[in-house]
């Protein structure tokens, strides 16, 4: 049988162990270099990148160094440390139904966020934005040495001010162990929108920076 909705301060300690299950990168976090393979419309190319904290440099063609940067900017900053208690944690919310997608907690934030949490993993996330909605399902998960999570397999939808869904983006991301640090190995994004499109990124060399 399905649970009760939960009581505020037990949806806010679900939340919190589910955040803080996943992976992230030290705030002095020195950064990296790689060899970069790129693909995108058809074309690999082939260049490097220097990473400062987690902001990164590549060295690529003009047309396509900024896309290349947007994805390695986004799994690093998903990686990035923010105390949970300064970020969903500062905004009051309740639990609701327990289904097959776990427990639903409602956020009362500017973007009306409501995530799910299975088995003390996140597998959801819903946010309402001023184009639209987001939806993220977190399919699969890596887990590390310590049994920390990296998002492995996940699906982004977005859907249009009238509630239509116009653009599909699947995801899997792969990541190896540098040091004491695991870092992005490859990334493979599969898009359906107004066409099919297809990105792929690999470091390969990975070096920490001293």
Sequence with gaps: ??????????????????R???YTLPPDFPGFQAKLAFYWQGV????EVEVQGFFPKAKLMEDVKPLAERELASILGHRRPIPFE??????????????????????ED???????????????????????ELRLHLLSWKETHDERLLPHRFVLV???????????????DEYTRVGP???????????????????????EELEVRK
Aim: net charge positive.
């Design 1 to 18: 049988m399905p649970r009760p909705p939960l009581e505020g301060i037990t949806a806010w300690s679900l939340l919190k162990e589910a």
């Design 20 to 22: 803080e299950r996943i």
């Design 44 to 47: 690999w190319h082939w260049g």
């Design 86 to 107: 300064q970020g969903e944690g500062r905004w009051p919310m309740r639990g609701l139904e327990d289904g097959p997608l776990g427990v639903r907690i409602a956020l």
């Design 110 to 132: 500017p973007f009306h966020s409501h995530l799910w949490v299975r088995e003390g993993r996140l597998s959801l996330i819903q946010r309402r934005l001023e184009e639209g």
């Design 158 to 172: 977005q859907k249009n001010a009238r509630g239509e869904i116009h653009r599909v983006e699947i995801y899997r």
């Design 181 to 203: 640090y695991w870092l992005p190995r490859e990334r493979q994004v599969e898009v359906e929108g107004e066409r099919l499109g297809s990105l792929m990124i690999r470091l």
